[in-house]
């Protein structure tokens, strides 16, 4: 399977715990991009990498929230002392970006979190 | 960020044609429009992108209106396979290119 990847699929955690998320993209891509997802709303951004660098972050991701793409391949996501309202489905993207266009992204299966 | 609106629910015949409507009013001059669907527990799937002219791909087909506040994506013949959250979506131009997604349309396809 050459698409983009996402471990794990699902993630039950105890609030006040720590979680990390892991996404591989597809390989040729320079670009990824996580989302976040809650019931019956469509995905937001979160935050976007261009190889290794963090170019932009939403104000959604508070300071509990962290991000890393190390030598610009996979990529994690890492949530402290989560709290009820980060349950969600975490969605990684990634798409080949030039100078020009709107290049389609490609989307994981997500991680569903679930904070109890 | 510019939004996006849809309905929230359409209703389908198999082998039908199906026209979703999108209205994107505050869009800026270097945004993008892309359609995506989802499936139940799946990610989001490319189905179309555009920035003025109409758009034709093996999926589907984008009108965009000519002052571009608007977009219709265009199902030719639905299928079962077709029943879908579809989401219209800005995709911001400049460096990141990243996705502003609207709440979607559950499309409902009666056999």
């Not at chain 1, 170019?55 to 949530?79: Q, V």
């Not at chain 2, 869009?27 to 139940?40: A, E, K, N, V």
């Not at chain 2, 396979?81 to 396809?109: E, H, M, P, Q, W």
Request: hydrophobic share 30%.
């Amino acid at each position: 399977d050459t698409g983009v990847s996402q471990n794990p699929r699902h993630k039950i955690t105890k609030r006040g715990q720590n979680v990390t998320f892991r996404c591989d993209p597809i390989s040729e891509h320079n670009r990824l991009y996580w989302y976040r997802q809650t019931l019956g709303q469509g995905p937001e951004f979160l935050t976007y990498f261009q190889n290794e660098a963090q170019l932009e972050k939403s104000r959604l991701l508070s300071d509990r929230f962290s991000a890393e793409r190390p030598k610009g391949s996979f990529s994690t996501l890492e949530i402290q002392r989560t709290e009820q309202g980060d349950s969600a489905m975490y969605l990684c993207a990634s798409s080949l970006g030039g100078l020009w266009g709107n290049p389609e992204a490609f989307f994981g299966q997500g991680t569903r979190l679930t904070v109890v | 960020d510019a939004k996006t609106t849809q309905p929230n629910s359409m209703e389908s015949n198999e082998e039908e044609p199906v026209h979703l409507p999108c209205n994107h009013s505050t869009i800026s001059g270097t945004d993008y429009i892309h359609w995506y669907r989802q499936l139940p527990s799946q990610g989001p799937e490319y189905v179309i992108h555009g920035l003025t002219s109409n758009v034709n791909n093996r999926m589907a087909s984008l009108a965009i209106a000519e002052d571009r506040k608007s977009s219709t994506l265009i199902l030719h013949r639905a299928t079962l396979r077709d029943a879908a959250v579809y989401y219209c979506s800005l995709g911001k131009g400049g460096a990141t290119n990243k996705l502003i997604f609207g709440t979607g349309t559950l499309l409902a396809v009666q056999p």
